[in-house]
Nanobody, 123 residues
């Protein structure tokens, strides 16, 4: 099981980015999936998750209404569309997967992790 995150970069406040997480070695839609983020000195924070059972999603309060999680079964890829970005969204973003089909917003739930991609929101 491998996850490869990409799509990070530097963006101005109010801008948009789409993160991708390519999966290999497993069928992504059969796993619970999530995005987390972390800044130096702080705990890794759950951003969003999506369940394998019915595709239901959850979002952290800080990103609700601005970020959208989705997956593409053909490309075996997880996405995070980030709109109306704020400087406080600056972090390293990680994708994660769990063989448990229901997704929850807890770091310990996820066994498989991507390497992280840096997102910087600054003018």
């Amino acid at each position: 099981v491998q996850l490869q995150a990409s799509g990070g970069g530097l963006v101005q406040p109010g801008g948009s980015l789409r993160l991708s997480c390519a999966a290999s070695g497993f069928t992504l839609e059969e796993y619970a999936l999530a995005w987390f983020r972390q800044v130096p000195g702080k705990e890794r924070e759950a951003v969003s998750c999506i369940s394998a059972t019915d595709g239901s999603t959850s979002y952290g309060d800080a990103v609700k209404g601005r970020f959208t999680i989705s997956r593409d079964s053909v490309k075996n890829t997880l996405y995070l569309q980030m709109n109306a970005l704020k400087p406080e969204d600056t972090a390293v973003y990680y994708c994660a997967a769990s063989a448990a089909r229901i997704a929850i917003m807890e770091r310990a739930w996820y066994k498989y992790w991507g390497q992280g991609t840096q997102v910087t929101v600054s003018s």
